[in-house]
């Protein structure tokens, strides 16, 4: 229990309330027992007062409250926030971390060949068969996350509708069509970072053929085959999970974002590169309470 309670009862919640509350309860009596309009207006006036002091009071009581009762609040910044943007909640220690970022965290990323009218170009018809997983290089394999694959019809698909079928079947992948200094190129990615969002694209050409470089076999991409052999968009970024150690502790996550440094701190990567995250005292925050309490 607070030392405050052994000086007065204003500063108990209980004992308060039961003064104060007392003290309306007496006035409103005297209030309907009241035999005079001067007296029921004096009463009136008499209850407003009171419940102004209570409202006033337990607004101070509150504000010593933050003060009295609450943990140090803690704040965490960085030496170099161009690496990262860290957090610290409730619970966190307060102590500093050497933070080394040594990968980001990307998603894959392919590339078709150009065209130079995406809006009328025809690319072939058929279907696309998207689906995610990882791929290991040593042993030329691809596993599936264990999502379902994501089946995309294409009809007479220019880069414009193909994309725009893509973006719109839940594949886990993001369709763009860009330009370059030669005409339009569909730029595919996956949706999320991390070496298990890795893709595969197969397809089903309606000219017969499925892995070769014509018609809508095209845009197919399968990481484990011979390049022009089913294996035909240029892969221009692999998916990876991002690299960092904490404190010389080495470790790894699929996403920049939220990433744990130690119990309830964590942190935004940003780029590659050493900082120091330090734990302690919000003193604006205590500052901001003390200011309530005057």
Do not use: C, H, R, W
Not at 42 to 63: M, R, V
Not at 73 to 82: D, G, I, K, R
Not at 175 to 193: E, H
Not at 220 to 243: C, E, F, H, I, M
Request: proline share 2%; aromatic share 6%.
């Amino acid at each position: 229990m607070n030392s405050l309670y052994g000086f007065s009862p204003l500063f108990s919640p209980f004992s308060l309330y039961t003064v104060l509350g007392s003290t309306l309860n007496g006035a409103s009596s005297a209030l309907v027992g009241s035999s005079s309009a001067s007296q029921s207006s004096a009463y009136q006036t008499e209850i407003s007062a009171y419940g102004q002091l209570l409202s006033s009071l337990s607004n101070f009581q509150y504000a010593l409250l933050q003060i009295a009762y609450t943990n140090n609040p803690l704040t965490a910044s960085s030496s170099n926030a161009s690496v990262a943007s860290p957090t610290a909640v409730s619970g966190a220690i307060a102590g500093t971390y050497n933070l080394s970022v040594s990968q980001l965290a990307q998603a894959q990323t392919v590339q078709s060949g150009t065209v130079a009218d995406p809006a009328n170009t025809v690319i072939g018809s058929g279907s696309l068969t998207i689906q995610t997983g990882s791929y290991n290089s040593s042993g030329n394999t691809f596993t599936s996350d264990g999502t379902s694959p994501v089946t995309v019809s294409v009809t007479n698909g220019t880069l414009n509708s193909i994309a725009s079928a893509i973006n719109t079947s839940g594949a886990g992948v993001t369709a763009n069509v860009l330009q370059n200094g030669s005409g339009y190129t569909l730029s595919i990615a996956s949706s999320s970072t991390g070496a298990q969002k890795n893709f595969s694209i197969t397809v089903a050409d309606s000219d017969g053929t499925n892995t070769d470089m014509g018609g809508l076999s095209q845009l197919a991409y399968d990481p484990t085959a011979a390049s022009g052999a089913g294996k035909n968009l240029t892969l221009v970024q692999s998916g990876g999970n991002a690299a960092y150690s904490v404190n010389g502790v080495s470790s790894t996550s699929s996403s920049n974002y939220g990433v744990t440094l130690a119990s309830n701190v964590s942190a935004n990567l940003l780029q590659t590169g050493s900082t120091v995250v330090s734990v302690g005292v919000d003193f604006n925050q205590l500052s901001s309470n003390a200011q309530s309490l005057a």
